[in-house]
């Protein structure tokens, strides 16, 4: 298993910006497909973003599609989510996950991965 460690959350206002980190303990991010999730208070855990190193492709929930955007360093083996235009209703704790590179890749779906970092806490106030 992969070990995953989520960083950069904090409190910000609407509008603003930040930059989450997931630094992997992996020899090189193509061999993994990665992705982003959140909990919301009260809420079930939800897809927000999503990518396939080996091809470049990336995938983003209808909700933050246009402001949230995947980056990679893989001489560092971090993945970047970087937000803006925060909302309130981006607040939650957000989880990166990955697994193995291979096959179709369900990118929504929580059970497709199978290492998840601790979380990090997000909050956007109004």
């Known amino acids: 298993q992969v070990q995953l460690v989520e960083s950069g959350g904090g409190l910000v206002q609407t509008g603003g910006s930040l930059r989450l980190s997931c630094a992997a303990s992996i020899r090189t991010l193509s061999m993994y497909d990665m992705g982003w999730f959140r909990q919301g208070p009260g809420k079930e855990r939800e897809f927000v973003a999503a990518v396939r190193w080996s091809s470049g492709r990336a995938y983003y929930a209808d909700s933050v599609k246009g402001r949230f955007t995947i980056s990679g360093d893989n001489p560092k083996k971090t993945m970047y989510l970087h937000m803006s235009s925060l909302k309130p209703e981006d607040t939650g704790v957000y989880y990166c996950?990955?697994?193995?590179?291979?096959?179709?890749?369900?990118?929504?779906?929580?059970?497709?991965?199978?290492?998840w970092g601790q979380g990090t806490q997000v909050t956007v106030s109004s």
């Open positions: 996950a990955a697994r193995n590179y291979g096959g179709t890749f369900s990118y929504r779906v929580d059970e497709e991965y199978d290492s």
